[in-house]
């Protein structure tokens, strides 16, 4: 089911991290170290909503570094206010991050909004990187499975098999997300740990559909991932890049990471 070749894909989430001189100085450190270097993945870096326009117009000529939203109202349009709409990232970004565990618990976002975020953006032509994965209590009652399950099977429930083929799926536990207040354990899955919820994902995505349209799935992990330790889970099967915090607002450990998972993907 994952015998196919996957483009690799690095995601940089930088969160609220970067203030807007702070944003562009990274992006052009990260930009000139990549100079030499052959891409071969997808690269993609997320700043906060203000700083998409400038980012996106530092990498206007870069054919290296594509630009995501970290997030998007599942609604098109209304009376939201603080929330930010698709058609106000739609000029600047490419990618979005769907429901990550940070933006579910500040927005209150169920499963359902996840999914129609998901559709909205594939019916708009912009790649979604829907996150799923359990929480420190979860894990703890070893309901890991239930929940992915649960949520795989509700974003699915949506999604068309021509949206599938160009979906992407994040699998980053709660309480392996570095600098979570609530969650945060410090602690990493295993990688065969990860590689069996990869597994898990595709299943139910052949069950919905067939084992083609799974294998063609690009699924990620997230969480604490840094240049020391990224190797060990996308050297497992069926995991096709990763998501990173942390080591992406740290243009040295970014760009290391990048050359090592492209590198071993396939
Ligand atoms: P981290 O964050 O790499 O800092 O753990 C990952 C994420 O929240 O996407």
Known sequence: MDDMAHKALIVGNWKMELAHKASLEHVRAVKKLLRNVEILADVVVCPAF???PEVAAALKTSTKIQVG???????????????????QVKPFAAWCIVGHSETRELTNMSEEHVRDTAMLLLKHGITPIVCVGESLVERQAEKT???VTEQIGTLLSGVTRAGLAKLVVAYEPIWAISGNLKDGTG?????????????????????????EAAGRLRVIYGGSVKPENVSA?????GVNGVLLGSASINAVQFVEIVKKVQGLVD
């Open 50 to 52: 203000p700083q998409l």
């Open 233 to 237: 889970y996308v050297s497992e099967p």
């Open 187 to 211: 602690e990493m899955p295993d990688p065969s740990d990860v590689a069996e919820i990869v597994l898990l994902i595709r299943k139910l995505t052949a069950t919905r559909f067939d084992a």
């Open 69 to 87: 939203a970290q997030a998007v109202h599942w609604e098109e349009q209304g009376a939201f206010t603080g929330a930010v709409a698709i058609a």
């Open 145 to 147: 499975v239930e929940r």
